[in-house]
């Protein structure tokens, strides 16, 4: 058994998806992708993992109905979730805004682009491991 934190990527853009399993991996995580929010899903139910990175704008379920699903079943609730997008801060006419990602159950909130350090802190914060 290891000892290794899992973290789980669900971001339907492959490159990027790639680049944060890439920088993951290299900082000691193990890593699991998943490129939409159904497949996401999925895998929590399979292996739940210690954190979610979620982004937020995707097809068949975008990242704030999977983040509520899952704050909203007790099962995976405690699990802590990071959302990234690339919506600007200054957009509020949408469902997209940085307003609405900050209302959110999730635990953080980057825009994207966020630098791999960043989401290395936040991850390394949301499993008190700074």
């Known amino acids: 058994m290891t000892d290794k934190k899992r973290i789980l990527v669900v971001d339907d853009e492959p490159d990027f998806a790639a680049l ?24 929590v139910r399979q292996q ?25 079943d007790e099962r995976y609730a405690d699990i802590a ?12 006419s949408t469902r997209y805004s940085h307003f609405d990602g900050m209302s959110m159950e999730a635990d953080d909130y980057l825009p994207k682009p966020a630098t791999a350090d960043d989401i290395l802190d936040s991850v390394r914060s949301l499993l008190n491991m700074t």
């Open 48 to 72: 739940p993992p210690d954190a979610i990175i979620l982004d937020v704008m995707m097809p068949e379920k975008d990242g704030y109905e999977v983040c509520a699903e899952l704050k909203r």
């Open 20 to 43: 944060v399993q890439n920088n993951l991996l290299k900082a000691g995580f193990e890593v699991d992708v998943a490129y939409n929010g159904v497949e996401g899903l999925e895998k």
């Open 81 to 92: 979730i990071l959302m990234l997008t690339a919506v600007a801060d200054h957009v509020t």
